[in-house]
């Protein structure tokens, strides 16, 4: 019925703009005029609905941002995410500054210089000392974001540490994640697909010592404050680790070992005190009820960002962050890998 | 002749192309509902009006291959490098007929396998327009991996033939062909973007070349070029020690020049209709040949920024944020530019010239954002989501689009002799400008939002279930302006035959196709070819009576060419 609907919207649309071309013909047919030239009329007129353009997209652009400001991510939960966080409303507000300047200028000069039965134009070839301006200018700006841009990158991928950061492995594959720690020894035991055997999901090579008390848990829970170490397989094609809370972002790629580490710094139990995440969960859960479905309770996740097949929109895992009590009485439950595939045999 | 071909041929594939995308909104913003429509057009891929998860990435893909390719690379410059470069720089046909005659026969066949592959029975590729591997390259990956994919590679293949015969003579042309007196530093602004697109073309396209063929390699006779240690739907795979991430340098080595490819054209078709309807010279005419040289160059040492995150060395992203940054150098040069254009000008709104305004304001507006995602520092939490999505589109989608529609609405009177209907022009710029920020302005929020690109829905997340109103107003805007296409379509086709017989020299323009008679000729000119005496851009010069003076116009005694 949709359906049908949709295609009689169309097809109605589509007669509406034919008749209007009608009649537009119709009444160029009676005015005699050439109806290809443009007029002053046509200037006068093009010229200024160019100018009411110019404000409708700047008064909307500022309205979507007030309007959306509270569907973006809440703040960063990790610690290079601030300084990331940072340099985005730094480069956001310079682009912004640019941009509000720009468009106004280009929307007034197309009406101001609107072609009227008096306007002349001004033969004027170009400028050396302008074309210098606006060309040293924007290398001078670009040359600090530059600078201040690569400062964070370096910080955010070569951090320094002072003791050895913990180690958690995700493991890629169409169409889920697994997560795998290191264990008591912080050693990841050494792992591939071609070892791939029964329970043994992972490829984990169970001889290797390093191997013997890595654990393999449902959720990734880190103690808040603790440095992690993430290094990331895929089994099968590309798939991309994305924690957009932390601001953290690497891809799997199989046949090689990519990593990325970060710091968390608020735990999940107290980002869902935070007053945008108060706010946001009571507009999804609105949105949610009114639907029929089950409420919503915020949590960090982890999902795909990289196209990896049919069900790539729905490859999700949990993250949680906890006070380092709670995460090692979590640890006390896990069982580890080689425990699960004994008991299993 | 070979102009038109390119121009109808790319305007049916923009036709698919754009449906595609209605589709693929129409998921987007009502996953739980079922449309009669789509199961009408894509039969067992939507039973029950249901687009089936593959087919959804299916349609993304082929939108992004044929829009990329098909529309821009091969509709918007074949169309017209092959109508104007003979024509501005006074020759009587291009280089080479032959190899002319070549690149459209190559690219059409490649539009037919392309468009073929939609009805193979595992569906059309569908590893995104980008077709990383392993997803491309191992059929049990996905059910578009298969014979879609197998006719993807071989219709591009054909299609990067086509593309570097064009562009070979293209080059040719513009060296060798020049009428008396027209040096360098006399082209029209459109020749020599032409000129760098092509050089561009030649350098980069073999790159993509050599990319599919490795893995045409991979997928048939067992190489591991790009695959290793790989285990899919249990299997385990022979293939060891290939590494995808040498498929995307090879990839992104051709796919970034490729959109400076697709923009600079554009960029060319509106420094020219700008300068021609503000009846001014186009402002800093060596300015405007230095940043497209520069951007040329820059183009080919970027081309990391699309691989910050794939685990490829830091210090490697460092150098290619460097480079990236610098690219707004040039792109800044040529704004300004172009509002110092209009500043003082005398503005004649034709449908071309507001269309070339609306490309200024979508390349500033998308050249911007630019800045954020060129820095790999913050491109790690943006990149793949919707705002990356935005970006691209509204600079190099619209913008190349609207140098499109520009150079069709002005030079349609060179190409059928006729004219095209303003009022419909009018229409069909309002409509296309403002959906077209309706589309791509809100979804930049989704993007910052945490959205990632090629979702089939977002249902799965209620995080996302606050974005769905967004993703509603975006497909309203997006079927906005797909219906007003069919104002254009109506307006290209009807003013073939019925529009109004076009004058010689219908925008009193200076460069040499208007000099040329209007109905179509061997050779172009009927006698000798026109002698070139000054720059394309003497608008209003003073000491004239008319506003414009055409190239072929000798000077006076003691008139001062241009600096």
Not at chain 1, 203 to 214: M, R, T, V
Not at chain 1, 253 to 261: E, K, L, Y
Not at chain 2, 54 to 64: E, R, S
């Amino acid at each position: 019925m949709t359906g049908l609907l949709t295609a009689l919207i169309i097809i109605l649309a589509v007669l509406t703009i034919l008749q209007i071309i009608r009649i537009y013909e119709l009444s160029g047919d009676l005015n005699k005029e050439k109806s290809y030239l443009t007029t002053y009329d046509d200037n006068n007129r093009q010229g200024f609905y160019l100018l009411l353009f110019g404000i409708a997209i700047v008064a909307s652009l500022i309205w979507m941002m007030i309007a959306w400001d509270e569907i973006l991510l809440p703040q960063s939960a990790s610690e290079h995410g601030v300084e990331t966080d940072a340099l985005m409303s730094i480069s956001m507000g310079l682009i912004l500054v640019v941009y509000f300047t720009i468009t106004p200028i280009l929307f007034w000069f197309s009406f101001k210089y609107r072609g009227l039965k008096d306007t002349k134009a001004t033969y004027y070839e170009h400028n050396n000392k302008l074309e210098l301006i606006w060309t040293s200018v924007p290398t001078v700006v670009l040359a600090v974001l530059i600078i201040y841009g690569l400062t964070v990158w370096s910080n955010t991928m070569s951090p320094e540490n002072e003791e050895d950061p913990m180690r958690i492995e995700v493991y890629a594959q169409q169409y889920k994640w697994t997560a795998r720690y290191a264990g008591s020894d912080n050693n990841l035991g050494y792992a591939n697909v071609r070892l791939i055997e029964g329970a043994n999901v992972l490829g984990l090579d169970l001889e290797d010592i390093n191997s013997q008390d890595d654990f393999s848990p449902m959720e990734i829970h880190i103690p808040v404050g603790q440095p992690v170490l993430f290094t990331f397989r895929s089994q099968d094609v590309m798939h991309s680790a994305y924690f957009p809370h932390f601001r953290a972002q690497m891809n799997c790629v199989p046949g090689m070992t990519t990593r990325f580490q970060f710091t968390p710094t608020i735990t999940t139990a107290d980002m869902r005190k935070d007053p945008d995440v108060i706010g946001k969960v009571e507009r999804i859960n609105a949105i949610r009820a009114e639907a029929g479905n089950e409420p919503y309770e915020y949590d960090y996740l982890l999902l795909c960002n990289k196209i990896c097949g049919s069900a790539h929109y729905n490859m999700q895992m949990n993250v949680i962050v906890e006070t380092q009590a709670d995460y090692d009485a979590w640890v006390l439950e896990q069982q580890s890998i080689i425990q699960t595939l004994a008991a299993n045999n | 002749m070979i102009a038109k071909q390119f121009l109808v041929t790319g305007i049916l594939m923009g036709v698919a192309g754009g449906l595609m995308s209605i589709l693929f909104r129409f998921q987007l913003s009502w996953p739980d509902d079922k449309f009669g429509i789509l199961s009408s057009l894509l039969g067992k891929w939507a039973p029950e009006g249901q687009m089936d998860p593959n087919m959804y990435l299916g349609l993304v893909t082929m939108h992004g291959t044929i829009m990329v390719f098909f529309v821009l690379t091969a509709g918007l410059s074949g169309t017209f490098s092959n109508l104007l470069i003979p024509l501005q720089i006074g020759a009587r046909d291009m280089a080479s007929g032959f190899l002319n005659m070549l690149s459209y026969w190559f690219f059409a066949v490649s539009s037919v396998i392309m468009l073929s592959s939609l009805f193979v029975e595992m569906g059309p590729a569908a590893a995104g327009w980008t077709i990383y591997p392993p997803l491309s390259a191992v059929p049990t990956a996905m059910p578009g991996s298969g014979m879609g994919m197998t006719l993807w590679l071989v219709s591009m293949s054909l299609f990067i033939i086509g593309s570097l015969l064009g562009s070979l003579n293209y080059i040719v042309t513009i060296i060798n062909l020049r009428t008396k007196g027209m040096s360098m530093t006399r082209l029209p602004l459109t020749i020599w973007t032409f000129f760098l697109t092509a050089i561009l073309g030649v350098l980069s396209f073999p790159v993509l070349f050599s990319a599919a063929l490795l893995l045409i390699f991979d997928r048939s006779l067992g190489t591991s070029f790009f695959l290793s240690d790989i285990m899919i739907a249990g299997e385990l795979l022979n293939n060891q020690g290939g590494s995808p991430i040498l498929f995307e340098h090879l990839f992104w080595f051709l796919g970034h020049p490729e959109v400076y490819i697709i923009i600079l054209p554009a960029l060319g078709i509106t420094s020219e209709v700008i300068s021609t309807n503000s009846r001014k010279p186009i402002f800093g005419y060596r300015a405007m040949i230095g940043s497209i040289l520069a951007i040329a160059f820059l183009s080919f040492i970027v081309w990391g920024h699309h691989m910050f995150i794939t685990g490829m060395d830091p210090f490697l992203g460092s150098v290619f944020t460097f480079t990236t940054l610098l690219i707004a150098i040039p792109s800044a040069v040529k704004a300004f530019n172009y509002m110092t254009t209009l500043w003082k000008g005398n503005l004649q709104f034709t449908p071309a010239m507001l269309f070339s305004i609306g490309l200024v304001s979508t390349f500033v507006a998308g050249g911007l954002t630019g800045i954020i995602l060129g820095d790999s520092a913050l491109d790690i939490n943006v990149h793949d989501t919707m705002f990356v999505v935005a970006h691209f589109h509204i600079v190099m989608g619209l913008s190349a689009i609207f140098g499109m529609f520009a150079g069709v609405y002005h030079w349609y009177p060179r190409m059928y002799g006729r004219m095209m209907n303003k009022r419909m022009g009018y229409l069909h710029f309002w409509i296309t400008f403002i959906s077209a920020y309706g589309v791509f302005f809100p979804m930049h929020f989704l993007g910052l939002a945490g959205l990632p690109r090629r979702y089939f829905t977002n249902a799965e997340f209620p995080m996302f279930d606050e974005l769905q109103d967004i993703n509603l107003i975006i497909t309203v805007f997006a079927l906005l302006g797909g219906i007003v296409q069919l104002v254009f379509l109506f307006n290209f086709f009807y003013s073939m035959w019925r529009g109004a017989k076009a004058p010689q020299n219908p925008w009193r323009a200076n460069t040499l196709e208007w000099t040329a008679p209007v109905a179509h000729i061997h050779g172009n000119w009927p006698g000798e070819i026109p002698e070139v005496h000054r720059w394309p851009y003497d608008y209003s010069k003073p000491g004239h009576d008319e506003d414009f003076v055409p190239q072929n116009v000798p000077m006076k005694d003691g008139e001062v060419g241009h600096s």
